[in-house]
């Protein structure tokens, strides 16, 4: 079983990444296949960081109605950042330019993770847990 940081989100059978206000579980092995990342290993943060601002100019709920993209994203940026378990993306609306989304990462304590999967799984999951519980505290 490999050993991970704490903070770093990782638990048996895959990894918590906060996306905003979405608890996703991340499999990486199944989301960066051999080819995909060489592909992808020349990218830097920054390039991951623009490439979210894109995504979300174009869909500010990608967390919600584009899953396996949200998946994707918060893939290649643990890739690039191991240390990074949680990215908020804040459009100001859809269809806006990219420079105009607000990006923050952080590392949050799988403890906070795992609280806030619980919260999702039984339906009580707001914006404003996730924002109370990460986002103010990492201000």
């Known amino acids: 079983m490999r050993q991970a940081a704490a903070g770093s989100g990782f638990r048996e059978g895959g990894l918590y990444f906060l996306l905003n206000d ?5 499999e990486l ?28 100019a174009e869909e500010p709920r990608l967390q919600h109605r584009r899953l396996e993209r949200a ?13 990074v378990n949680a990215a908020l993306f804040i459009a100001p609306s859809r269809g806006c330019r990219f420079d105009h989304v607000a990006v923050r990462l ?10 806030l999967h619980t919260e999702q799984q039984s339906g009580h999951l707001t914006p404003a847990l996730a924002d109370r519980l990460v986002w103010a505290q990492a201000a």
């Open 106 to 115: 952080a590392s949050v304590d799988v403890g906070v993770l795992a609280r």
């Open 22 to 26: 979405v608890v996703l579980t991340l």
């Open 29 to 56: 092995q199944l989301l960066t296949p051999p080819m995909l990342a060489r592909r992808f290993s020349a990218l830097s943060l920054d390039c991951a960081q623009k490439l979210g601002r894109e995504i979300f």
């Open 71 to 83: 998946r994707r994203l918060a893939a290649l940026i643990v890739t690039k950042a191991p240390e």
